[in-house]
């Protein structure tokens, strides 16, 4: 079997999220459009979901969760994570708090290993690997905290994401683009930190792209084309990739992660980590993720294209 070009980990993120978007991913995964998937332990549909990989033998890790519903951590009543109502504080809550200096630092500790802790208890192993729901890990201070902990348990992979190309979507609403770049600026500032507590990532991140309705055949022929364009030369100079071993070997593959969302839409009341799904999950959008995802046509270009779909665990 010939030496694939790009090592591909296809992420289905949000796992666990309610039963639907669960057997939606193992639909995914059974059709060969996703080789991994990342789990909300504080979700309704967790243990559903830790069910459903182990009997369906699919690689899986933590999607760490800071800012959408209760904690898992029993000891952190009264926190600064947590609004009056004893929820976490939203995407941009969770930021807002932060940026004015009033997060405690040991309760996002207390709850990330609270986290990893339940996670072992719902899977029965370690996560194979382990990233920030909404992209909370690469935050200022959190990510120095989040990269102890994957350090003291053990944990090898995160996610880095800093898309190639990203500045010229410019079919991306101005404020996903402004989003998008805050994220960007703030994992290039989380490489020195992950890299210093030997934390690894794959050579190339995509999928702030491809989300939702802005995934197509086409986009993730676009999105590809920078992984499989990625030299050697790119790899080494790249400071993302400075952590990975393997990139000083040129007959190594490029390795890469797809961040994907794919589901059957939740249903109204049903779902979500405690206060209910939220719109982004019962958006028709997940769906056609889904297909996107599993369409011949993106499946032949793995094949054409020398990619590997594989999960953290393999590398």
Same mark, same amino acid.
């Given at each position: 079997m010939p030496q694939p070009k790009v090592k591909l980990v296809v992420t289905g993120d949000d796992f666990g999220y309610c039963e639907r978007r669960?057997?939606?991913?193992?639909?995914?995964?059974?059709?060969?459009?996703?080789?991994?998937?990342?789990? &909300?332990?504080?979700?309704?549909?967790?243990?559903h979901a830790a069910e459903l990989a182990k009997r369906n033998h699919i690689p899986i890790g933590l999607h760490a969760n800071l800012s959408e519903g209760l904690p898992v951590s029993q000891d952190l009543k009264g926190s600064t994570l947590l609004n009056k109502d004893g929820f976490f504080r939203g995407k941009m809550g969770f930021r807002e708090v932060l940026q004015s200096g009033q997060l405690k630092m040991s309760e996002v500790e207390a709850e990330l290993r609270a986290q990893v802790n339940r996670f072992c208890e719902l899977v029965g192993h370690m996560p194979y690997h382990m990233d920030g729901h909404q992209h909370v890990h690469i935050l200022p201070e959190v990510r120095e905290v989040f990269a102890q902990v994957l350090s003291d348990f053990g944990i090898t992979y995160t996610r880095v994401p800093i898309e190639p190309g &990203?500045?010229?979507? =410019?079919? @991306?609403?101005?404020? &996903?683009?402004?989003?998008?770049?805050?994220?960007?600026?703030?994992a290039l500032e989380s490489v020195e930190?992950?890299?210093?507590?030997?934390?690894?990532?794959?050579d190339v991140y995509l999928g702030l792209s491809t989300m939702g309705k802005n995934m197509s055949v086409s986009n993730l022929k676009r999105a590809l084309g920078f992984t499989l364009e990625a030299s050697l030369d790119d790899?080494? =100079?790249? /400071? @993302?990739?400075?952590?990975?071993?393997?990139?000083?070997?040129?007959?190594? /593959?490029?390795?890469?992660? @797809?961040?994907v969302h794919p589901g059957y839409p939740s249903q109204p009341h049903q779902g979500g980590c405690g206060e209910g799904p939220d719109d982004f999950s019962q958006s028709a959008d997940r769906l056609h993720e889904l297909n996107t995802l599993r369409d011949p046509l993106v499946l032949n270009y793995y094949r054409q294209q020398g990619i590997h779909l594989c999960a953290f665990k393999d590398f």
């Open positions: 669960n057997q939606g991913i193992v639909d995914c995964f059974k059709a060969g459009g996703i080789s991994n998937v990342s789990l &909300l332990v504080n979700a309704v549909s967790a243990e &990203l500045k010229f979507c =410019t079919f @991306l609403p101005p404020r &996903l683009r402004d989003f998008n770049a805050q994220v960007e600026k703030d930190v992950f890299h210093r507590h030997g934390i690894r990532w794959p790899r080494v =100079t790249s /400071p @993302l990739i400075q952590s990975n071993d393997a990139a000083t070997d040129s007959c190594c /593959p490029v390795t890469a992660e @797809l961040m």
